[in-house]
């Protein structure tokens, strides 16, 4: 079975510098990763995912991942945060056989930019 | 833009009710989910469905069950309504077949239930 970890409850961060969000996953075979984002009162919005290629994804709002097999990780980045940017993040894996593509969730990472 | 609406954003009901949780998406998208999401366990998987009338069960199926007569409708129900199923639930579809993009998932707002 496939499973992801988001170690951090919560990350705080000052307007303007980088953040890091981070996930590891645990999966059999070549993972499919994902992060998603909610923003207070919304659902949840796709931001970027990785399938196969450049190990570096790029997604919305500016956000980027960075896939690390050897670590089993996946963490998000932006090398400047904003204010708005503030919310709750979710790291999800798909197992590679399925009918309909379900993902597992992580338990999420409310991230807090701070003016 | 693809859109996932569910019928409630808020919902309060009493022990022991049934209870009726709509979803309806309109890009023709053959998956349709269920979650519920609790503050420290994240997003987990009630139902799913790849085809009208197909359903499968997720993670934690218990307590609850599914209808998909239209390809655009996934009906979420609580037979018997406790208060251990307090929750937000999330309706999310995507589209079918080995593409990547079906891994993409959208999502409705959320409907917050609360059982008393």
């Known amino acids: 079975a496939q499973s992801v970890a988001q170690p951090e409850d919560q990350v705080n961060v000052a307007e303007g510098n980088p953040l890091t969000v981070k996930c590891t996953y645990s999966v059999s075979g070549n993972p499919y990763l994902f992060w998603y984002v909610q923003y207070p009162n919304r659902g949840l919005q796709f931001l970027l995912k990785y399938i196969t290629g450049d190990n570096l994804v790029k997604g919305s709002y500016g956000f980027e991942a960075e896939f690390n097999k050897s670590q089993t990780s996946f963490h998000l980045k932006k090398p400047s945060a904003l204010v708005s940017d503030s919310a709750l993040y979710f790291c999800a894996v798909s197992p590679l056989s399925g009918s309909a593509r379900q993902l597992t969730f992580g338990s999420g990472t409310q991230l807090t930019v701070l003016p | 833009d693809v859109k996932v609406t569910q019928s409630s954003r808020y919902l309060v009901k009493r022990t022991g009710e049934k209870v009726f949780l709509e979803c309806v998406q309109d890009m023709d998208h053959e998956n349709m989910f269920w979650y519920r999401q609790d503050p420290g366990l994240g997003l987990r998987l009630i139902y799913f469905s790849y085809d009208v009338k197909m359903k499968e069960k997720g993670d934690i199926p218990e307590g609850y069950s599914v209808s998909r007569e239209k390809k655009e409708r996934f009906s979420l129900i609580l037979e018997s309504a406790s208060t251990n199923q307090t929750s937000m639930y999330l309706c999310?579809?995507?589209?079918?077949?080995?593409?990547?993009?079906?891994?993409?998932?959208?999502f409705g707002p959320g409907t917050r239930l609360t059982v008393t």
């Open positions: 999310a579809s995507s589209l079918g077949g080995l593409r990547d993009s079906a891994y993409e998932q959208y």
